[in-house]
């Protein structure tokens, strides 16, 4: 494809003049998400960014974003801050109706003998993966041992869109720790279990459903309160996968899979494969 041709979403470059790198990641992010799997050009947060395709601009300066800053805890952004707690910040505010659906989590109550809700979340909240110790894990090993619990989790059946969480960050004798174990790649496609229906005494029905992987929000550094974050962005052309990652100051560049990718991954953001998509 030649420049012209290329989508939005690959255009835009977002300035970070202070500590910012982590809202303009999640923004890149969600903009390729939206950009390939819904019609997202009524929400003002999208429109805002597809418009600054070409220039580079402060994201903080938008309306829709800027707004969504005012109720963050750090609305100037004068320190690094989690990702995916921003997430869970402004997800709700920006893209709540982008993103129906909810995660379900049930739990067997063996007096009544039935099932019944123990979780129960919004997709517009990250959806926390485990990350063991374990190697040569990939990310749908993850989400296999999510499904596998002896709580049930799955997904609504109007889930279109989600975004994972992994467990990369953990305290040890109250200092943050960052699990570096690289994910195995085997592609693009996740199958993600998504609730069919009730069956007999309640007894959830479930069925895998297919979701590609669209963006990656990736973390380099020790903390998630330090370090930098970037985003890899996903592109099926003629049945290869192309991998575009950005950084601040200027707009996606095609490479090979960064090896980053799989060591640094730590929220991904995948669409839900409908039945006229291959």
């Not at 805890?73 to 997800?91: I, N, R, T, Y």
């Not at 909810?102 to 009544?112: G, N």
């Not at 029905?205 to 996903?234: K, M, N, W």
């Amino acid at each position: 494809l030649s420049p012209a041709d290329l989508p939005l979403s690959l255009k835009v470059s977002l300035r970070n003049p202070s500590v910012q790198c982590y809202v303009n990641a999640l923004a890149l992010s969600m903009l390729h998400l939206l950009s390939v799997a819904v019609d997202a050009t009524r929400f003002p947060a999208y429109e805002a960014l597809r418009r600054s395709a070409g220039n580079v601009v402060n994201i903080v300066a938008l309306e829709a974003w800027a707004h969504c800053m005012t109720s963050w805890k750090d609305p100037e952004c004068s320190q690094q801050q989690d990702v995916g707690e921003f997430a869970q910040h402004a997800l709700p505010l920006l893209f709540h109706q982008c993103l129906p659906g909810r995660w379900v989590q049930l739990s067997w109550d063996a007096p009544l003998h039935a099932w019944r809700e123990a979780v129960t979340s919004s997709l517009t909240s990250p959806i926390p993966l485990t990350f063991p110790d374990e190697a040569n894990l990939s990310l749908q090993d993850l989400l296999e041992l999510w499904k596998a619990q002896a709580t049930r989790n799955f997904l609504s059946h109007d889930s279109n869109l989600l975004v994972l969480q992994l467990g990369r960050f953990c305290f040890d004798q109250g200092r943050e720790r960052k699990h570096r174990q690289a994910l195995r790649w085997v592609g693009r496609r996740l199958l993600v279990p998504i609730l069919d229906q009730h069956g007999q005494d309640g007894d959830p029905s479930l069925q895998l459903e297919r979701f590609d992987i669209q963006a990656l929000v990736l973390h380099h550094g020790p903390r998630t309160t330090s370090g930098h974050y970037t985003t890899c962005l996903l592109r099926e052309v003629s049945g290869v996968t192309q991998f575009w990652t950005t950084d601040d100051e200027r707009p996606a560049q095609r490479g090979s899979m960064p090896s980053s990718m799989l060591t640094d991954s730590y929220l991904v953001l995948c669409s839900r494969v409908r039945a006229t998509n291959p």
